[in-house]
Nanobody, 119 residues
Framework: QVQLVESGGGLVQAGGSLKLSCAIS????????MGWYRQAPGKERELVAR????????NYADAVKGRFTISTDNGKNTVYLQMNSLKPEDTAVYFC????????????WGKGTLVTVSS
């Protein structure tokens, strides 16, 4: 059974940084793509960043381009999201996602980690 466990969320002031981690139970290359999504109160879940595991190619939501970076440590089967220059509108629960193909969110989700950015 696939398990994704996020960590690294917390409270940070605007302009600060956080690094989220997602530990995967199993080999990261079992998945074609890994992604980070977020859901703010009263809003739908949205894509933040995604990486194609074998190619290393990435894509980002316009709202986070230039501030967030998705990366992997294949030896540790872990995906990271480095978040810099955080804004109050980045406040959300962040979810890790694993997919078996390169299109759209995959079927596997973590439970999420809360990021709160104060102004």
């Amino acid at each position: 059974q696939v398990q994704l466990v996020e960590s690294g969320g917390g409270l940070v002031q605007a302009g600060g940084s956080l690094k989220l981690s997602c530990a995967i139970s199993g080999n990261i290359f079992s998945f074609a793509a890994m992604g980070w999504y977020r859901q703010a109160p009263g809003k739908e879940r949205e894509l933040v960043a995604r990486i194609i595991t074998r190619r290393g190619s990435t894509n980002y939501a316009d709202a986070v381009k230039g501030r967030f970076t998705i990366s992997t440590d294949n030896g540790k089967n872990t995906v990271y999201l480095q978040m810099n220059s955080l804004k109050p509108e980045d406040t959300a629960v962040y979810f890790c996602n694993a997919g078996l193909n390169t299109v759209g969110p995959g079927p596997y989700w973590g439970k999420g980690t809360l990021v709160t950015v104060s102004s």
